[in-house]
């Protein structure tokens, strides 16, 4: 056989190879995933009945604001200078304010002050006729599953 033979032997068996290579591989592919389910949105019923009900509070009413630094004054000079202490004053409401700094509705706070619930529990004073509880922000880290 030729050199030039042999040359054009091993050109058409590498074509040959490539080719086989290529028609068996599109053959060894994985099946695609099925295609994800189309997002859903429900509207509420714009004929819905529920309505708010009116807040009705008695003339100068006691009122409990329960919270946590923003309750208590944090950022305000002095304290009492902050939103819960001067919120019920035009109002003509009778204020007692319960706030501690770091605490929520989980977290107890840096000092186990108590939750919001275990600090509810142990205001004295009686019964209020509106109480305001403020925060959150403080229980941005607990797990989603101990808020359940």
Same mark, same amino acid.
């Given at each position: 056989?030729?050199?030039?033979?042999?040359?054009?032997?091993? @050109?058409?068996?590498?074509?040959?190879?490539?080719?086989?290579?290529?028609?068996?591989?599109?053959?060894?592919?994985?099946?695609?995933?099925?295609?994800?389910?189309?997002?859903?949105? &429900?509207?509420?019923?714009?004929?819905?009945?529920?309505?708010?009900?009116?807040? @009705?509070?008695?003339? =100068?009413?006691?009122?409990?604001?329960?919270?946590?630094? $923003? &309750?208590?004054? $944090?950022?305000?000079?002095?304290?009492?200078?902050? #939103?819960?202490?001067?919120?019920?004053?035009?109002?003509? #409401?009778? @204020?007692?304010? =319960?706030?501690?700094?770091?605490?929520?509705?989980? =977290?107890?706070?840096?000092? =186990?002050?108590? &939750?919001?619930?275990?600090?509810?529990?142990? @205001? *004295?004073?009686?019964?209020?006729?509106?109480?305001?509880? *403020?925060?959150?922000?403080?229980?941005?880290?607990?797990?989603?599953?101990?808020?359940?």
């Amino acid at each position: 056989m030729s050199r030039r033979s042999r040359a054009t032997t091993r @050109v058409v068996l590498a074509v040959v190879a490539t080719l086989a290579v290529l028609g068996l591989g599109s053959g060894c592919s994985t099946p695609a995933a099925p295609p994800a389910p189309e997002p859903t949105c &429900t509207l509420p019923d714009p004929r819905s009945t529920l309505v708010p009900g009116s807040l @009705v509070l008695p003339k =100068n009413p006691d009122v409990l604001v329960l919270g946590d630094s $923003y &309750t208590e004054g $944090y950022g305000a000079e002095p304290e009492t200078k902050g #939103w819960a202490y001067l919120v019920g004053k035009p109002l003509g #409401w009778k @204020v007692t304010v =319960n706030g501690v700094g770091g605490t929520g509705y989980v =977290n107890p706070g840096p000092r =186990n002050e108590g &939750t919001y619930l275990q600090r509810l529990a142990g @205001v *004295q004073g009686g019964s209020f006729d509106l109480v305001v509880l *403020q925060g959150g922000s403080n229980d941005r880290d607990t797990p989603y599953l101990a808020l359940t």
